[in-house]
């Protein structure tokens, strides 16, 4: 007796599996376009979110039918900082890395996660488009094999506390249980900052400060917009404590499997993306502090002597410091 498995297959069956192949020779098709995966814990509102859009469309301008663009925000796809490790398997094409995630695996990096090194947006585009900015960008190609193609400006920090503070110094957020991102060198920022730093995922620090389970969080203004902090928090601390850089990057992999022309392309896409994502945080960022204050939230200036004194110290005697070739810093000073 034949098994099961092993009969002869029905003319039904094999009808069925022949319509199979069929429907298998569209997504076959769709194949020969080259898949651009995307993740990214940005909520869909948030400028960094909506580039993406932009990138997409950009490309699908420049080289039609060549790509498949595929975007996966909130984390969906890859949880907050789990980014890199999914595009050196192989399973990520694209995403934003922070300095902080670069750092990990280059160390020069820490010197941009560093509070109060990066003055504001305009420098910072001439630093990662300048010359430093390209020996940077080959150490990281190097080491992570990932191109940066373009830096996207996540916004200038602040603080975001649930409950009204007097905070002047570092000295008043003693205690201040303070959510960073989950990393030793976000949570060295927080500590730097005076604060108890607490590690949680971005997606869920609202509850976190609905509930209480922490005082306060730490983003750029339109971030607090875009993932509505403000309505679970009461003051907004201006101290503009590090000028934040997101670097919209590429597996190596995924570049090689490219043609020059195509190459060049998604280059200028990545561009165009980053651009539109800074032109519309600067303008926000600047209208944001009245939009707070309509919603009730205080916002206060602390003394931002006291913060910069405080927070260049903390760094400037840390191992993070130790790692910065000699004369980096002056390098990033003479940048204007
Ligand atoms: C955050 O978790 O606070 C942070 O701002 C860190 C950034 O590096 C980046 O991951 C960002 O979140 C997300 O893109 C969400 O805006």
Redesign the pocket.
């Given at each position: 007796m034949q098994h099961p498995r092993y009969s002869t297959p029905s003319r039904r069956q094999l009808l069925t599996g022949a319509a199979a192949l069929g429907a298998c020779s569209f997504p076959a098709l769709a194949q020969s376009k080259i898949v651009l995966r995307i993740s990214?814990?940005?909520?869909p509102d948030?400028w960094?979110a909506k580039m993406w859009t932009v990138f997409k469309d950009t490309l699908e301008k420049s080289a039609p039918g060549e790509f498949d663009v595929q975007i996966n925000l909130n984390a969906s796809l890859f949880k907050?900082g789990a980014e890199s490790a999914a595009m050196a398997r192989g399973n990520l094409e694209l995403t934003?890395l922070?300095s902080?995630?670069i750092a990990k695996f280059v160390p020069a990096f820490s010197v941009f996660t560093a509070g109060y090194m990066v003055r504001d947006p305009a420098q910072q585009q001439k630093i990662f488009q300048g010359p430093l900015g390209a020996e940077l960008f080959k150490m990281v190609s190097d080491t992570m094999d990932v191109t940066p193609l373009a830096t996207a400006y996540?916004g200038t920090r602040q603080l975001n506390l649930r409950e009204v503070r007097n905070v002047k110094t570092p000295a008043d957020l003693k205690g201040v249980k303070l959510r960073m991102?989950g990393s030793k060198e976000w949570l060295f920022l927080g500590e730097a900052l005076g604060a108890t730093a607490t590690p949680l995922a971005?997606g869920e620090v609202y509850l976190g400060l609905k509930t209480g389970t922490i005082d306060g969080?730490?983003?750029p203004l339109p971030?607090v917009r875009a993932?509505k902090f403000y309505e679970v928090t009461k003051q907004i601390v201006l101290t503009s404590h590090l000028v934040?850089s997101?670097f919209i990057s590429i597996s190596n992999k995924s570049l090689a499997a490219m043609t020059p022309a195509q190459r060049q392309k998604v280059t200028a896409a990545a561009q165009a993306a980053a651009v539109y994502n800074n032109d519309n945080r600067i303008k926000e960022e600047a209208q944001l502090v009245e939009f707070f204050r309509k919603e009730g939230l205080q916002i206060t200036t602390p003394d931002l002597d006291a913060f910069h004194k405080s927070v260049q110290q903390s760094y400037q005697r840390s191992d993070y410091a130790k790692a910065w070739p000699a004369g980096l810093v002056d390098r990033i000073n003479a940048v204007r």
């Amino acid at each position: 007796m034949q098994h099961p498995r092993y009969s002869t297959p029905s003319r039904r069956q094999l009808l069925t599996g022949a319509a199979a192949l069929g429907a298998c020779s569209f997504p076959a098709l769709a194949q020969s376009k080259i898949v651009l995966r995307i993740s990214s814990p940005a909520v869909p509102d948030d400028w960094h979110a909506k580039m993406w859009t932009v990138f997409k469309d950009t490309l699908e301008k420049s080289a039609p039918g060549e790509f498949d663009v595929q975007i996966n925000l909130n984390a969906s796809l890859f949880k907050q900082g789990a980014e890199s490790a999914a595009m050196a398997r192989g399973n990520l094409e694209l995403t934003t890395l922070s300095s902080f995630d670069i750092a990990k695996f280059v160390p020069a990096f820490s010197v941009f996660t560093a509070g109060y090194m990066v003055r504001d947006p305009a420098q910072q585009q001439k630093i990662f488009q300048g010359p430093l900015g390209a020996e940077l960008f080959k150490m990281v190609s190097d080491t992570m094999d990932v191109t940066p193609l373009a830096t996207a400006y996540l916004g200038t920090r602040q603080l975001n506390l649930r409950e009204v503070r007097n905070v002047k110094t570092p000295a008043d957020l003693k205690g201040v249980k303070l959510r960073m991102p989950g990393s030793k060198e976000w949570l060295f920022l927080g500590e730097a900052l005076g604060a108890t730093a607490t590690p949680l995922a971005f997606g869920e620090v609202y509850l976190g400060l609905k509930t209480g389970t922490i005082d306060g969080q730490d983003n750029p203004l339109p971030s607090v917009r875009a993932a509505k902090f403000y309505e679970v928090t009461k003051q907004i601390v201006l101290t503009s404590h590090l000028v934040d850089s997101l670097f919209i990057s590429i597996s190596n992999k995924s570049l090689a499997a490219m043609t020059p022309a195509q190459r060049q392309k998604v280059t200028a896409a990545a561009q165009a993306a980053a651009v539109y994502n800074n032109d519309n945080r600067i303008k926000e960022e600047a209208q944001l502090v009245e939009f707070f204050r309509k919603e009730g939230l205080q916002i206060t200036t602390p003394d931002l002597d006291a913060f910069h004194k405080s927070v260049q110290q903390s760094y400037q005697r840390s191992d993070y410091a130790k790692a910065w070739p000699a004369g980096l810093v002056d390098r990033i000073n003479a940048v204007r």
